[in-house]
């Protein structure tokens, strides 16, 4: 999401929802990863997204956020960039050499971990994301029915990448 210079809550709600998608695509890589080098190619440049997405919202949190919000939103960032950097390495070792099959489900398993640590980590952004609204929009009722929608379609979204991560 580049090129952010200030954000409405309609945009943020937008990022939320990019950051949750591409969660949901990295948690559905990681069921059905084998020892496929192209499928491992492929979730690095998932992850890499990922990482570009979190990178542009802490940009947006320190120049369009404040106080208590902007404190919380760089916290989950920092959170969330941290478990995507130990999914990342793992990943790449993953990559880098042959396993025997009991390591490579090991490996898997702390992925799928990070994976979940991630997910953990994506339930704050609803609070940003309503701190966000109530604190910088006056609010007229469309406005807070369109919170409302946003945050069912980051909830839905939620709910199929717990799924999809458990099943792995």
Not at 58 to 72: D, P
Request: aromatic content about 6%; cysteine-free.
């Amino acid at each position: 999401m580049p090129g952010f210079s200030s954000i409405d809550s309609i945009e943020l709600a937008a990022a939320v929802l990019q950051f949750v998608e591409f969660a949901a695509k990295t948690a559905t890589a990681l069921r059905a990863l084998r020892t496929d080098r192209q499928e491992i190619r492929q979730l690095t440049l998932t992850l890499s997204r990922v990482s570009l997405v979190l990178s542009e919202m802490s940009v947006v949190a320190r120049t369009s956020m404040s106080g208590a919000t902007q404190h919380l939103a760089l916290e989950l960032f920092r959170d969330s960039e941290e478990a995507l950097g130990v999914a990342m390495s793992l990943i790449g070792k993953l990559e880098s050499s042959s396993f025997k099959r009991a390591k490579w489900v090991w490996l898997k398993g702390r992925v799928v971990d990070a994976t979940r640590e991630l997910e953990r980590v994506d339930g704050k952004f609803l609070l940003v994301l309503q701190m966000h609204h109530f604190e910088v929009l006056g609010q007229t009722s469309g406005q807070i029915d369109s919170i409302r929608s946003q945050m069912d379609l980051t909830l839905e979204s939620l709910g199929s990448l717990r799924s999809v991560v458990r099943t792995s």
